[in-house]
């Protein structure tokens, strides 16, 4: 089954998380999916912006568990070169040549923070909750830290990323991680105002103005700095924290460093 769907119509490409099922949860396969549709309608010529969209009730829960399972049996080696392509496809989505919107009509967990903090822009369902869960299972918010921090600031990363505390869209919008949070009825109201103002301009100043955010705002996120997240999630999941703290999390159990 697909990760997602692809459409294109009028000049907006949409990308669309497709299984609701497992909360448009990611896996291998579902990263290499969204790396490749990013890589392809940034390459597209009739395509002026860019919506990242999900069906159900979560807009993604981070990864998938029975990628997790195989993970969890992963060497250092082979938690590297599986981050590395997390840290590819996440890259590729706040390098895009096109502007992107996040359309958040659900809940959005661990690496689905990424997913949204990639994209120039967010409007978020006000029932929707936000989590950086990772130490809840002994692990750490690492390939996806770049861009979250960028996306909400360190002072709120502080807090959310230490805590692994649950927060609402209200506080995603207070924080800066979101740019506008609405009901369910608003939410395509929202995008369509900021489509209809991506259009209006010049293609080339738009895709100029988000190179400029990029190169100016914050230093480059380059080699190095994706090398040191991927080798740092390497680490932790290798670990015998990140270790117990994930089959604790598949067997439904309390990890070790909770009491009993």
């Known amino acids: 089954m697909t990760a997602l769907t692809l459409t294109v119509d009028g000049g907006i490409a949409r990308i669309t998380l497709a299984q609701p099922e497992i909360r448009n949860a990611f896996s291998d396969t579902g990263i290499a999916e969204i790396t490749a549709a990013f890589h392809k309608v940034g390459e597209r010529a009739d395509v002026r912006a860019v919506v990242l969209a999900a069906e159900g009730p979560a807009f993604c829960a981070g990864a998938d568990l029975n990628w997790m399972r195989r993970m969890a049996d992963y060497s250092r080696d082979e938690n590297r070169v599986d981050a590395g392509l997390l840290a590819e496809m996440l890259r590729t989505i706040y390098e895009c040549p096109k502007p992107t919107i996040a359309r958040v009509q659900g809940d959005v967990y661990a690496g689905g923070m990424g997913l949204v903090a990639c994209c120039d822009m967010a409007v978020a369902v006000d029932t929707a909750g936000f989590c950086l869960s990772e130490v809840k299972i002994g692990l750490i918010p690492a390939t996806i830290s770049p861009y979250v921090l960028r996306a909400m600031g360190a002072r709120a990363a502080h807090r959310y990323f230490l ?34 103002h991506l259009l209006s301009a ?20 380059n080699e190095q700095l994706i090398a040191t997240t991927v080798e740092s999630i390497a680490n932790i999941r290798a670990s015998n924290e990140g270790r117990e703290g994930v089959q604790a999390f598949l067997n439904k159990r309390k990890p070790s460093w909770l009491p009993g």
Do not use: M, N
């Open 163 to 196: 805590t692994g505390e649950r927060f609402s869209a209200q506080e995603a919008h207070r924080i800066g991680y979101v740019h506008e949070v609405v009901d369910a009825d608003g939410l395509d109201s929202v995008v369509d105002g900021w489509l209809k």
């Open 202 to 221: 010049g293609p080339a100043a738009v895709r100029a103005c988000k190179r400029l955010v990029l190169d100016v705002a914050e230093r480059e996120i």
